[in-house]
């Protein structure tokens, strides 16, 4: 089984530190954050460029990149200013990410929430018709690896991340495939909220509740598939609560 990178540590999309990411992060951050408020003009550039060490190239490609996030615009003459949070790229991951590493408002998981009840019920009820051998035992696994009441608090979340995420891939849409890291900062938010494994009796519930919807999609049954997963999605809206 491939392994997956820990959901607790939230890094940026692009794997490489250069120079141009790391002023992405640090300006991405600080606009997510409201340390650089919307509507509020960027420092200059020459300013920018001493702050971070960077050359003029650098730091044109950063801002250039946070414009197509949606977090900034440039007017000529004017200069670079930060956009309404409304005409944010919200489903892009490295905008999610920050909102991760910055910590969540109630009305931000409330959002989360209803994005994973309108989405994942739809691609367990797909996995179910589309799904593979290969992606059912996949899936097979992940429920096993839930299955342990041993288990600890990031072992727990990296097996249900990892479950929920293999279900998006065996609805075979490339369109699901591209929420998953929507799907990740959803659903580790809501298990840091509230985790299963700190009650016994709530860990074999969420299990359960977890292999109802693998033997739905094992039955080839979307109905079946699409109930469980709503069922799943709904207790981590309640548990955050």
Same mark, same amino acid.
């Given at each position: ?18 120079? +141009? ?7 991405? #951050?600080? &606009? ?26 650098? *730091?044109?490609?950063? @801002?250039? +990149? /946070?414009?197509?996030?949606?977090? *900034? ?12 949070? =409304?005409?944010? !790229? ?11 590493? &910055? ?11 209803? %994005?994973? %009840?309108? *989405? ?5 009820? @797909? =996995? ?10 996949? /899936? ?5 690896? %839930?299955? !342990? ?22 609805? !075979? !849409?490339?369109?699901?495939?591209? $929420?998953?890291?929507? &799907? ?6 809501? #298990?840091? =909220? ?8 709530? *860990? ?8 109802? $919807? ?16 709503? =069922?799943?999605?709904? +207790? ?6």
């Amino acid at each position: 089984m491939p392994q997956r990178p820990s959901p607790h540590q939230y890094q940026t999309a692009r794997p490489a530190r250069s120079h +141009t990411s790391r002023v992405v992060d640090d300006l991405g #951050l600080k &606009i997510v954050s409201g340390a650089q408020q919307q509507g509020s003009l960027l420092p200059g550039d020459g300013e920018l460029i001493e702050r971070y060490g960077v050359s003029r190239t650098v *730091l044109r490609e950063a @801002l250039k +990149t /946070l414009s197509a996030k949606g977090l *900034l615009q440039a007017k000529a003459r004017i200069g670079t200013r930060v956009r309404p949070r =409304a005409d944010w !790229n919200l489903f892009d991951p490295d905008v999610l990410v920050w909102h991760a590493r &910055i910590g969540f408002a109630p009305e931000f998981l409330k959002h989360l929430g209803e %994005m994973r %009840m309108a *989405l994942e019920p739809e691609a367990a009820a @797909l =996995a179910a018709s589309r799904r593979t051998p290969g992606q059912l035992q996949g /899936l097979e696994d992940w429920a096993g690896r %839930m299955d !342990n009441p041993d288990i600890g608090q990031q072992d727990f979340v990296d097996a249900d991340l990892g479950l929920h995420l293999a279900v998006a891939e065996a609805a !075979n !849409n490339p369109f699901f495939l591209s $929420i998953s890291t929507l &799907i990740e900062v959803a659903l580790v938010a809501m #298990l840091t =909220a509230s985790s299963p494994v700190e009650s016994a009796a709530r *860990l074999k519930a969420s299990v359960a509740q977890h292999r109802a $919807i693998v033997d739905a999609i094992a039955a080839r049954d979307p109905d079946a598939a699409r109930k469980a997963m709503q =069922a799943v999605v709904q +207790t981590g809206i309640d548990g955050a609560r």
